[in-house]
Each structure stands twice: as C-alpha cells, then as structure tokens.
T-cell receptor, first 112, second 112 residues
Framework: ETGVTQSPTHLIKTRGQQVTLRCSSQSGHNTVSWYQQALGQGPQFIFQYYREEENGRGNFPPRFSGLQFPNYSSELNVNALELDDSALYLC???????????FGPGTRLLVL | DQQVKQNSPSLSVQEGRISILNCDYTNSMFDYFLWYKKYPAEGPTFLISISSIKDKNEDGRFTVFLNKSAKHLSLHIVPSQPGDSAVYFCAASGGTGNQFYFGTGTSLTVIP
C-alpha cells in the first residue's frame, strides 16, 4: 500500500509567479485536504476535495485554488505569489471527509 | 482565532519516564481529536485519536485522555523513548465544515 506522496519536495519562486503542487492520495482514499504550515505554526487548512469537488475551504484568498482528478490525486495552485506564501505545504488523504487524515512529506516553497 | 492551543512549546523528559503533552480547545462542537507526531523534513504521522463519546483511548505506549467539560486533552507516552523526540500536534474537528484545526505543536525531547 503506497502512502501519500507529494511533488516537488522543494521549490523556489519569485513574487508574482504561479506555482502548482501535486499530491497522490493513499490507495483507497477519496478525499484530499491541503494545509499550509508556516514556521513555528501548526498546519492551517486551505481546502478539501472529495470526489473531485471542493468540500470546504479555510481562510485563504481565491488565488489559492485546487483540483482533484478521477484517480483522487490533487493539485494545489497558487497565483500571484507573495513573500508570505513561503511555507511547507502539506497534503493529507483520508477515506472520507471527516475521517483520519494521513499526511504526505510536504512541499517546501520559498518565495523570493 | 486559535481554536486549538498547545501552550507548552517544548518539553524534556528522561528516557523511561512519562511524557504528558497537553492541548486545550475552545469550540464545544469539536467531537473528534487526534494527535500527530512530526519529525523534521517529514509530514505529520498519525498517532492516536479519540471520539468525544469516550474519555480515554489507549494504543500501546500512547494514551489520550479527553476532558470535555474542561475542553482539554492530553497525550501520555509511557515509557518515553529517545525515538519519541519529535514535535507533537493535537488536532480537532467537528461541527460545521470538514477541516481539522491544529495546535502550534509541542517539541518533545527524550533524554537518554
């Protein structure tokens, strides 16, 4: 059974650019949630996808958008990057919207 | 507005002794609580969970206690081992929405 994987592991972008992060969910899971973890903070919920539809969103602006594919993998897109977007982005998959979430290793994004 | 709080940023414990990590929450609608462990450069790993219908859940060396009236939960690790040294996050969910709310983490160091 394969766990949650994320790509890339690290990324450096400049302000104003756009970025796409990818996540493959654990086998048998149909729900993916994305989190942003700033240094010294806990993960902050960005949004959740369940069966290819957005199923809840945290307090993040519309320039954070996502997608879930028929195989339940997911993408997080961030447009018009800002310095404060520098963080660890975590993807978690689960067998349902309110079930235990299992995290990938994260993508560390640095915006210069 | 931090709905889940871990007021101790760090904790040091001797190997073999008990580690007690604490977590407080403010939202009375939360009905599912989890603890995650995080090593550097890895995503959070699920440890143990508890539903609000219980006040205790045990899994090997790990026990989670829930005090709903005090809106408090704790994780007990006994006996503590050097490999337990990591950052521990508590998380909660429930009520409207599907997001998990995380605390800011407690860094546990188990001294050999």
């Amino acid at each position: 059974e394969t766990g949650v994987t994320q790509s890339p592991t690290h990324l450096i972008k400049t302000r104003g650019q756009q970025v796409t992060l990818r996540c493959s969910s654990q086998s048998g899971h149909n729900t993916v949630s994305w989190y942003q973890q700033a240094l010294g903070q806990g993960p902050q919920f960005i949004f959740q996808y369940y069966r290819e539809e957005e199923n809840g969103r945290g307090n993040f602006p519309p320039r954070f958008s996502g997608l879930q594919f028929p195989n339940y993998s997911s993408e997080l897109n961030v447009n018009a990057l800002e310095l404060d977007d520098s963080a660890l982005y975590l993807c978690a998959s689960s067998s349902g919207p309110q079930e235990t979430q299992y995290f990938g290793p994260g993508t560390r994004l640095l915006v210069l | 507005d931090q709905q889940v709080k871990q007021n101790s940023p760090s904790l040091s414990v001797q190997e073999g002794r008990i580690s007690i990590l604490n977590c407080d929450y403010t939202n009375s609608m939360f009905d599912y609580f989890l603890w995650y462990k995080k090593y550097p450069a890895e995503g959070p790993t699920f440890l143990i969970s508890i539903s609000s219908i219980k006040d205790k859940n045990e899994d090997g060396r790990f026990t989670v206690f829930l005090n709903k009236s005090a809106k408090h939960l704790s994780l007990h690790i006994v006996p503590s081992q050097p490999g337990d040294s990591a950052v521990y996050f508590c998380a909660a969910s429930g009520g409207t929405g599907n997001q998990f709310y995380f605390g800011t983490g407690t860094s546990l160091t188990v001294i050999p």
